[in-house]
């Protein structure tokens, strides 16, 4: 199978180097679609011979992805964001061999903490990325509910057949895409697979007011695209055991004098979401507030 490596960029300086150090040495079409970038990202990329760089005007989650996807030649096209640094190349290989079975349409990989990760990124991915892989179908939304569809474009494969059966990203969502093409590739009788071995560092330190944002774009995300929810279930319990493991990870790690930060943050991320189901009924100019991507909203009607 032809590989290919698509890197989303804009101001990328930080880690995009060393990504790019390990990507290079091996057999892989890599391709940046940088939208702008204004500091050192550009020399970085022209510094290596062997990556194809092309510019877009504005980035859109989906619809950049997409257009990423068809300039590239492999049968499967890995997605990293420019802040995820894989392990080593093996993390490309692992998540590609999974598409030896030919029901998976999809895959992402596991992502750890950088050290400098406060506790509550930390606890992110030790909830989201364990150390188990699995394969999940449609007919697993019984147990598992909406996070049947859980992918992450930070770290994620695809099959490009698959993608084509489907119509690839869809434009123009605020967040999310990932998720979206996850559920439609289940509908269409596809597998997704978590490979536990194919590894990444990934993860922020948000903190309460970013957190609070980008709760509200999901909030958003989930209503424009209800049928996600409608299909494959709500997120409330999901919600709950993710409380639930951030209190006991708070106190196997000995940090009672987080606790109030606690009750505070995941109060916030409610409301957030809460507020961003409601974004119809709120004034353009206060959503643009609320949300993570301001800029987002330009070509959006409320």
Do not use: C
């Not at 989906?62 to 049968?75: C, I, P, V």
């Not at 099959?159 to 869809?170: L, P, Q, T």
């Not at 774009?217 to 299909?231: P, S, Y």
């Amino acid at each position: 199978m032809r590989i290919s490596v698509v890197i989303p960029t804009y101001n990328a300086n930080y880690h995009l180097k060393r990504t790019l150090d390990i990507l290079t040495k091996y057999d892989l079409e890599v391709l940046i679609v940088d939208s702008g970038s204004d500091d050192n990202t550009l020399s970085v990329i022209k510094s290596f011979r062997d990556v194809t760089l092309i510019h877009v005007l504005e980035f859109d989650h989906g619809g950049t992805r997409s257009e990423a996807g068809f300039k590239t030649k492999g049968d499967i096209i890995v997605y990293l964001t420019q802040d995820a640094l894989p392990v080593d190349i093996s993390a490309i290989y692992k998540i590609v061999q999974v598409f030896e079975n030919t029901d998976i349409g999809a895959a992402y990989g596991r992502q750890i903490p950088y050290e400098q990760t406060n506790l509550f990124g930390k606890h992110l991915r030790h909830f989201n990325y364990t150390e188990k892989s699995y394969a999940r179908s449609i007919e697993d939304i019984k147990e598992h509910g909406i996070k049947t569809a859980f992918l992450s474009n930070s770290f994620a494969a695809y099959r490009r057949s698959a993608m084509d059966e489907i119509g690839w990203f869809k434009d123009g969502l605020i967040l999310g895409e990932d998720t979206y093409a996850g559920a439609k590739l289940l509908k269409a009788g596809y597998k997704l697979a978590y490979v536990a071995d194919a590894v990444v560092y990934h993860s922020h330190s948000y903190s309460v007011l970013q957190e609070f944002k980008r709760y509200f774009d999901i909030g958003v995300f989930h209503q424009m695209e209800h049928w996600i929810l409608d299909e494959f279930g709500k997120p409330e319990g999901e919600g709950l055991k993710y409380i639930m493991s951030e209190f006991k990870f708070i106190l196997k790690n000995k940090a009672i004098h987080l606790l109030p930060e606690f009750f505070v943050r995941n109060l916030m991320k409610y409301l957030g979401y809460k507020l961003g189901n409601k974004y119809r009924f709120l004034p353009k100019s206060l959503v643009k507030r609320l949300s993570m991507n301001p800029k987002w909203w330009d070509n959006v009607k409320t």
